[in-house]
């Protein structure tokens, strides 16, 4: 089984600051990797995804998520957070040929106005 | 996607005794699992529902703790049975089709059900 390693627990930010959030995972074959958001009071909704193809990928309201194959990451960036931002955020990995997630074990973003 | 709901949204009941999760999709799809989310912690997945046969479990949850039905392809219920404060957790559903391609296979949440045991 694959594991997911996220290094922040909780990251604190100005607004118009800059947010990169770390995800490590363990698994040697192909996988498919996500990202995924959870708003105070709402349920988890996908950020993006990847695949396959350009390991860039854009998400919705402005994120996005690198790939690095040699490193098993794939960290989740925005250029200029807004405090509509402040959610948990997860990250989750599955070998490409599985159904399975597995899920990191989320990282709370606080934005300050 | 696809719009998922879950019954109760959250619940307080006394140890020893079941509460039923009600998970209902607007359209048919392949595939439904189960996860737990404790306090403080990610989520964890319990089964995957199959359709017309037994669900599948994983490592560390059984059938007699956690039965589940799939009557359907857009309904599935999970029952924590003999609950005891340990089992205080989040319930979420989750959902996912197979289309033939593979970047359209993404599983969708829902709600989640928030369960209280005393």
């Known amino acids: 089984a694959q594991s997911v390693s996220q290094h922040n627990h909780h990251v604190i930010l100005s607004e118009a600051a800059s947010l990169e959030l770390g995800c490590n995972y363990s698994y040697g074959g192909t996988v498919n990797l996500f990202w995924y958001v959870q708003y105070p009071g709402q349920h988890l909704q996908l950020l993006l995804k990847?695949?396959?193809?350009?390991?860039l990928v854009k998400g919705i309201k402005g994120f996005e998520a690198e790939f690095i194959k040699s490193k098993f990451s794939f960290n989740l960036r925005k250029p200029s957070v807004q405090w509509s931002d402040t959610a948990e955020y997860f990250c989750a990995v599955r070998a490409s040929n599985d159904y399975k997630l597995s899920f990191g074990a989320g990282t709370t973003v606080t934005v300050r106005a | 996607s696809a719009v998922i709901s879950q019954k109760p949204s959250r619940d307080i009941c006394q140890r020893g005794t079941s509460l039923t999760i009600q998970c209902q999709v607007d359209?048919?799809?392949?595939?439904m699992f189960w996860y737990r989310q404790q306090p403080g912690q990610s989520l964890t997945l319990i089964a995957t529902a199959n359709q017309g046969s037994e669900a599948t479990y994983e490592s560390g949850f059984v059938i007699d703790k956690f039965p589940i039905s799939r009557p359907n392809l857009t309904f599935s219920t999970l029952t924590v049975s003999n609950m005891s404060p340990e089992d205080s957790s989040i319930y979420l559903c989750?959902?996912?089709?197979?289309?033939?391609?593979?970047?359209?296979?993404?599983?969708?949440f829902g709600p989640g059900t928030r369960l209280l045991v005393l």
């Open positions: 989750s959902v996912e089709r197979t289309s033939g391609r593979a970047e359209d296979e993404t599983q969708y």
């Open positions: 990847y695949f396959s193809g350009d390991p």
């Open positions: 359209s048919q799809v392949t595939m």
